[in-house]
């Protein structure tokens, strides 16, 4: 058995979309002996400037490749279906989407998911055997074929049904893409009275750090956690418009959470 896994490994992937994502994993693939045969973008000067960058191949239409071990789908969410009725039946097909379900997928008899969780922008190094990859495949053979090209990449490799992932997926934004909204508009807050950003980051990187050791319940504190209404009132009576609103309903939750209200 283990003689089979190991002459049956994905050597050379075709990748389809030049994102953020694709750009990591197309880096990370490269780095770890993994050929990228191929780079196909509806934007062709980004294909064009990711394949010089691998020294590989453009494909100018997805129903003209003929031949690789996996085509890794990592476009947006509402293209993946088209991109997968374009691509000729017989090849082994993944993608990346959190969101996404299998069964909301055209069949095919090997398709499966690839999914890092991790938030990607091509202006930040990344050290993707952090990150966690979550796979999934109705072909068990197929989903083996990944788990083990996600395990030449990272150290968390681990297999996710479509609700698992769709439910993670869900945490992935409130975690990363709303707080993040939320320090751009502290950022904006501070700048608007000539402060600094910068003067944050230490709080921001301990509120992060003590999650190794605490729960997110074990970890709260501030205002809201101890039912401070006088300071709560006055915080929101120093902000305006959006900010303000998000300000107040944050609050009203802690609040209830921690029973002061």
């Known amino acids: 058995m283990y003689f089979y896994r190991l002459m049956d490994r994905i050597k050379n992937i075709t ?4 994102g953020n994502v694709g750009s990591h994993l197309a880096k990370s693939f490269s ?22 960058t691998f020294k590989t191949d453009v494909i100018e239409r997805l129903d003209s490749i003929k031949k690789t071990d996996l085509v890794l789908i990592c476009v947006p969410d509402d293209v ?10 017989s090849l082994p097909v993944a ?8 069964d909301e997928l055209p069949k095919r008899d090997r398709l499966g998911v690839f999914y890092p969780l991790q938030t990607f922008s091509k202006k930040r190094n990344l050290y993707i055997s952090n990150v966690p990859f979550l796979i999934e ?4 053979e197929f989903g083996e074929r990944l788990f083990q090209l996600a395990e030449q990449i990272s150290s968390k490799v681990l297999y996710a049904d479509s609700n698992d992932r769709y439910q993670l997926h869900i945490a992935a934004v ?4 709303f707080t993040n909204h939320i320090y751009d508009l502290a950022d904006e807050h501070v700048k608007s009275n000539d402060l600094d950003f910068d003067l944050l980051i230490p709080l921001i990187k301990e509120t992060v750090d003590k999650l190794n050791t605490l ?17 709560i009132n ?28």
């Open 137 to 140: 495949s109705d072909n068990n």
């Open 234 to 261: 006055k915080h929101i009576n120093s902000l305006k418009g959006e900010t303000k609103d998000i300000y107040s309903l944050l609050s009203e939750s802690i609040l209830r959470k921690f029973g002061n209200k």
């Open 15 to 18: 990748i389809v979309g030049t």
């Open 95 to 102: 993608y990346t989407s959190g969101s996404v379900k299998l």
């Open 80 to 89: 993946i279906i088209e991109v997968i009725k374009q691509l000729p039946k």
């Open 31 to 52: 780095v770890s002996k993994i050929k990228v045969n191929g780079i196909f973008s509806r934007n062709s000067e980004n294909a064009q400037s990711l394949a010089n």
């Open 174 to 177: 409130m975690v990363n893409n």
């Open 215 to 231: 729960s997110p319940f074990e970890a709260q504190t501030g205002p809201a956690k101890r039912g401070d209404l006088n300071v």
